[in-house]
């Protein structure tokens, strides 16, 4: 019907949607005929008689849309009660869940299939594919200037190595003239410090010879000019001509000599008891000041840099595996600030510590792909637009997934792992930190079974529970059972959750390699300048007593009594703290809450995450209040007064959250925390400003050849799949196996499983058997 149809309003819309859904239903049912008809036809099986058409009928919403079933021991089929009820003309709320997700997903995929959807995805397709080109086209141009860049550099080494074999041939022959001088006296101290360096070739025939037989900078093998290009990279991260890299004990060293030769000089000049002689003159006086003050000033650095630069020491090594720009700067700060890098009088360049000078160059090269990413982020935007489906950004080494959707906050990034199959009646406890992810088999199965009985033809000699175990693999690894498996979905959203994962990530693993690049990336577009963070940490610093004491609060796991029961009185009038037997209540520890959390960064202010935890702790922390003004007796001549404020204790709740998280709570956030939990078990809430709800995302279907449509699901596809697959881990594969029986020259195994796959491509058979022989080969 058109938009403006008769029949077509806001109450018929819903009996519409029925009866589109039965028809695209009955469309399907006739496609999947088709296909199965010209299967059968293609194997020379015969038709299939009227009684199984419609027995195969009745089981291809199961077999399809297997999510669209009840549960394992209840096989309703969703699709067709929701339509018979929507087509006798009830309601549409009153369906159950379940079967509104089963018409909505029929609308959904019908309109996926639509010609007009067709050809917006076959454009998108186009479109990326393009974007896809010229991103590596500025990548190719990009190894290109690298390569150049790289060429550069080591044309600037050989020269400098060849100007430095040179400048230190003339300082030696310098010293050999002066010697000679010693003996002769032709000439003066002065004047040979004045020779130029044409007077000193000229000085002599084999001075000439030997200079002109100096290496050519062609001629320095490539360990030389490697070792220099890379003190030229030092020396350019540290912005000098000269750098000296120190480790620790050679700079307490080097601060220990400079102090005693400043008391030295002091004692020279006599002491500070030298003040006292009123025969002194100015210049002599002001130059013990300076002393003593400089003296002063190295023994309180050298009580007070320790501490600090252990820290900034810490922060380092914890910055150098990590790889960000942000977290590269600040450590790079810190360390300056900890007195680590300084300039070095003897060769009028800059001193560091080793560790620094690691960190400033993983900085520098950070800072180049950094350049690299915002030129070719035009290009990445264009290419992200022409959205087809969301792919993981990543596995690690457990093949847990993890994945950035789109519409989401930056910096949120999903996880996804598989359920741990109980075994047996032991109670399993989670780690502290650690979510519970162990379920029991019948609590992770959803969906309709699968039909396992004709995976094999009946003159087949293969085992046939082999065949449903390696099946049964697509939905969990342990291949327990022919349902769909639910997964377990977490959510990184703080930057230190994401840098713990990326600091557990290893780059010797390939896989884990690859994530690791793509999770830094993603923290790099997250820009989290908390002005507040930044406040207490110049307050912390500039009063350091008070940040002691902040620390040494006590935090206790008993005797809230009075606290909590303070907290009650003060909040009685809360609307959502009504707890049922709240004056039942004694103490808050030991108690359930379901704390809401604000998300760190988002778009939507009003969205936030709950998460279920456990009150064991609390404390009495210092809060800023203003004192109330008192009244004055003479309103006429009221003059404004400076607010005051003072200092007072409050009681804060901590709760431990089951997925890891710390939280402090105050009375307030304590009892409304805790109505929400008794709420939630009672399925009396409904949190409708949680951060999942705001979540959108797209849709994609087939996005390959048009011809190759029709053929995506036939034996041919899959075995070309397979060959290709084959070739792609072929080479990574056989160097990390024992016995090379596979594609060894011994074997013939490999060459006879391709020439299979070519020959027997159209033999479903031929194709089973094929990827038993390639999973038993690697696997």
Known sequence: PTEKAAYMNPFTWAQMAGAAARRILHRRKRRWNEIDDALRAAQNHPPLTVPQRREREMQIVSRVLTECHGPPKDETNFVDVAIDHLCSGCHYLDLLPAARLCVLRLLIEAAYDSK?????????????????????KEKREAKKEAKEKALADEASAREKLADEAKEKFLDD?????????????????EMVDSLTDEEILEFDEDIKADYEALPAPETFTKSQVSKMVERMHEEAAFDTDVLKVLSLDEILYRERTVLEEMEGQLVGFGGEEALMDTSLDRETIRAIEGLRKDIEKAKALAEKLPATREKAIEQLKDAVLDGTIKVLRSAVTAAKKAKLSGPDDETGGTWALDLLRDAALELENAKQNKKLIDAQKDLIAKRNKCFIRTEPIGRDRYQNRFWKFDHEEEGSIWAETEYSLKRGEEEYQAPEGYANIVREPGMIEVGAQDREEDFLD??????????RSFSRKEYHSAGFSPRLAINHWGCHTSEESLRKVIKSLDNQIHREKALKTSLKESLEKVDKQDNEQQQES?????????ESHEHTELIRAEGDEE?????????????DAQIENLGELISALGQKVRVRLQLDGARDSDKAR???GTVNGWKLKPQQREIPKEPSSDSDYEIEEEAKTETVKIPVWRVFTELGNLVWLDGLELLESMARYEKSQANQSYEHDAAFLAYRNTMGRFCGKASDAAYASSPFTFAKFMLKKEVELYP????????????????????AWTNKMKDYAFDISAVKQGLLTLENAFF
């Open 116 to 136: 007009r959807i067709g050809d917006t995805v076959s454009g998108n397709y186009n479109q990326r594919t393009t974007a896809m080109k010229a991103l590596e």
């Open 173 to 189: 022959k310098r010293e050999e003239i002066r010697k000679l001088n010693e003996n002769s006296h032709d000439l003066t101290d």
């Open 458 to 467: 009946a003159d087949s000699n293969m085992d046939l529970e082999t065949c």
């Open 538 to 546: 110049q307050v912390e610093e500039e009063n350091p007593a008070a």
């Open 563 to 575: 606290v909590f029961g303070r907290a009650k009185s003060d909040h009685s009038d809360a609307k």
């Open 610 to 612: 709950y998460e279920t």
């Open 732 to 751: 990574k594969l056989k160097i990390r196996s024992y016995d090379e029986f596979w594609g060894g020259s011994k074997s013939g195994e490999r060459a």
